[in-house]
Every structure is written in C-alpha cells, then in structure tokens.
C-alpha cells in the first residue's frame, strides 16, 4: 500500500521554555530552549532543541521538495537585537520521490543573540513555526520562552557539538566554482553555477541557491546534475522587485557525503 504525505492544515501551539516542554501532537516529543552562555564580546549563544518520534524529522532553513522551513519571531524578546541562527550541516531525504533536506529524529540549531544592551539580561519570548513529516507531515507552532542572565552556562557541550558541523568555507575544500550564468527572463533570473571538485562528486552531491532578495520573491530549486569531477546547480529567482542581480550576495552550498560546503559570492 502506497503511503501518501498529507499537509494538515491544523497549526498546534505548544510552549516551550528552557525546561523540556511535553508535546502532545504525534510525532512530535518536545520543544526546548537551550539556555546556553553569554560570550566574552557580549553576545548570548544558545539553542532550539526540537526532539521527535523516531523516524520522524524536520527541515533545513530550505527544506527542498513539499517541507516546512523553520521561521522565527523574536519582536516580544527583551534586550535582543538580532537572533541569527546557525545551522549545522543537514541530510538530504529522498521522500517518494521528492528530495527533501532537514534532520531525523532531532534538531538542535544553535541561535547566535545580539543584545541592545551586553550590560543587562536578555530574554527570549518568540514563537518558531516548524514542520515534521514522517508519513503526513504536521505543522507546528511553539512558544520559545527562556531568561538569559549575564551569568548562566546551560547546555554549553551539547551546542558546542552543533556548532561544529556548521557548514565549512569553500575556499578551504577540494571544490572551487569554475562557471556563473545569470539569465534575464520574465518574472525573475535564471541561475546556473558549475562546480569542479579535486575528484569526484558523491553520485547524491546536491547544490541549493540562497539570494536575500525582497518579500515578493522566492527561489525555485532545481535538479542538481552530477558528472564526474563536475557538479552543476540551476535554479531560478522569481522576483517583482529585483531587476539586477549582485554576484556577491549569491550563496550556495553543497551539500555531500553528510557534509555542508559555503560559497559566498559567485564571480567567475
């Protein structure tokens, strides 16, 4: 019997606080800020823990064909000016026939805290809108509550551990980008970046494109095409605001063998 992925449209809100918070929805365990430490150049360094039911997982901040990409609001956050996460390298899923990128079973993504004022305490009080799949895939809305005092260092090892398998700078791998086409059509860009690896490629290498364009675009990835020592990436760049595309802020990243590669920038 086929197994058919359902999108319900029911989005549950649980809490979550830096004590574990029970989830009742299926599939899903818990949802847990990570406390973390506060650094030596002022910034807080702490973590989202999502925990699920086995064989259960969750997406990548581009999650590929038919996911749910995380998305966060942080307004209600006291002494907070910006929260940036870091992501640690993701799997890649092959979902009755559609590629997906994201994490079985668990996600801890490390949150990188900017506060107003490094002399005062910060406190987290925002909500993270999710999903998880396994066979019907499940949207999920969590409160993410916890205080950061100047002095607390809570779950330091455990992101510490996430944090090293952020994805590394391409300058330093066996790959380089031999070949950029930015295409004009109507509605947008079409983009293809070719890449040249010291061997081979991973027959399941893939690429993803990310372009910080306005609220009224989006990417539509494509196909990567693998070929020996050669990796290529198109996509294309909808956009009802961008007419000129800065080589620069392209980002790609290869994904392979269970690891992230960034490049910043596409000027060849």
Not at 52 to 64: D, F, N
Not at 93 to 117: A, M, N, S, V
Request: hydrophobic letters at 40%; a positive charge.
């Amino acid at each position: 019997m086929k197994h058919v992925i359902i999108l319900l449209t029911l989005i549950i809100s649980i809490s979550a606080s830096c004590a574990s918070a029970q989830s009742p929805i299926t599939g899903l365990h818990s949802v847990e800020v990570i406390r973390g430490w506060r650094q030596t150049d002022g910034t807080h360094m702490a973590a989202v823990h999502i925990k699920m039911e086995k064989g259960w997982k969750t997406y990548w901040r581009v999650a590929g064909g038919g996911g749910i990409p995380p998305q966060f609001d942080w307004k209600k956050s006291t002494n907070i000016r910006t929260a940036i996460p870091k992501w640690p390298a993701p799997y890649v899923y092959d979902d009755y026939g559609r590629q997906t990128i994201g994490f079985k079973d668990e996600l801890l993504l490390p949150i990188l805290l900017h506060p107003i004022d490094p002399g005062k305490p910060m406190k987290i009080d925002g909500t993270i809108d999710f999903g998880i799949c396994k066979d019907v895939c499940v949207p999920v809305r969590s409160a993410l509550q916890a205080d950061l005092p100047l002095r607390t260092s809570i779950g330091k090892k455990k992101i510490i551990l996430a944090l090293k398998r952020q994805a590394s700078k391409g300058a330093r791998s066996a790959i380089n980008i031999i070949k950029c086409n930015f295409t004009p059509i109507k509605g947008g860009f079409k983009i293809s970046v070719k890449l040249a690896h010291s061997d081979n490629f991973s027959r399941k290498s893939i690429g993803i494109m990310e372009y910080p364009a306005g609220m009224n675009s989006w990417m539509n990835q494509e196909a990567s095409i693998v070929s020996g020592k050669n990796l290529t990436i198109q996509s294309t760049l909808y956009s009802k605001d961008t007419t000129f595309i800065d080589r620069s802020n392209l980002n790609t990243t290869i994904l392979t063998n269970n690891q992230a590669i960034k490049f910043t920038g596409c000027s060849p």
